[in-house]
């Protein structure tokens, strides 16, 4: 009867998982494009959000790949839509901050109750030197388990552990709709 719970609730979360991109369709030449990724659902407590040029798993590369340039650290709202700092202040400033992938902390679902994180991340980006169309997709890393409470288990050892191990299957990544932003010569 849990595992059918269990399961009840996996496929709950991913359901109510979902990740959006928007964007202006077009940008200048070296103009700037302000991105916005809205992502909801997942178990948290923690969740990756990216930016790529594809949406497919084995395909994916960071925009910059496509020509896109991060000008600015990454602005991410958490749950409480309150500014989270600490992730990227792990990376030391002299390598730069304007990454393509972040980690957003301090999300919690609950499939019993039907409650579903939420989150943004705020992406500045800076267009190629070149007219033409470049692609962009955002990415959502995230897990199932945690927001049952079948889907943690008590180990005298590790102390709480993800019901499936660490070789479980509740891992899950989720794209948006890519996006074909037109970079233009005005």
């Not at 790949?65 to 792990?90: C, H």
Request: positive net charge; proline residues 6%.
């Amino acid at each position: 009867d849990e595992r059918a719970l269990l399961v009840e609730h996996v496929k709950a979360v991913d359901a109510s998982t979902s990740i959006r991109l928007s964007a202006q369709p077009k940008v200048a030449i070296n103009g700037e494009l302000r991105v916005k990724v809205e992502v909801a659902g997942g178990a948290g407590p923690v969740v990756g959000v990216a930016l790529v040029d594809t949406p497919q798993r084995w395909l994916a590369r960071p925009a910059t790949g496509a020509g896109w340039v991060i000008s600015k650290e990454p602005q991410i709202l958490g749950q409480d839509f309150q500014e989270q700092t600490e992730w990227l202040a792990k990376r030391p400033l002299s390598l730069g901050r304007n990454l393509a992938y972040v980690n957003v902390a301090g999300l919690r679902s609950d499939a019993v109750k039907s409650e579903w994180a939420s989150a943004q991340v705020l992406w500045t980006l800076r267009a190629p030197n070149r007219p033409g169309k470049l692609p962009l997709a955002a990415a959502l890393w995230y897990g199932t388990e945690k927001a049952s409470p079948l889907g943690v288990v008590s180990d005298p050892i590790f102390g709480k552990m993800l019901r499936g191990g660490v070789a479980g299957h509740s891992g899950r990544i989720l794209f948006s709709t890519p996006l074909t932003i037109e970079v233009t010569v005005e």
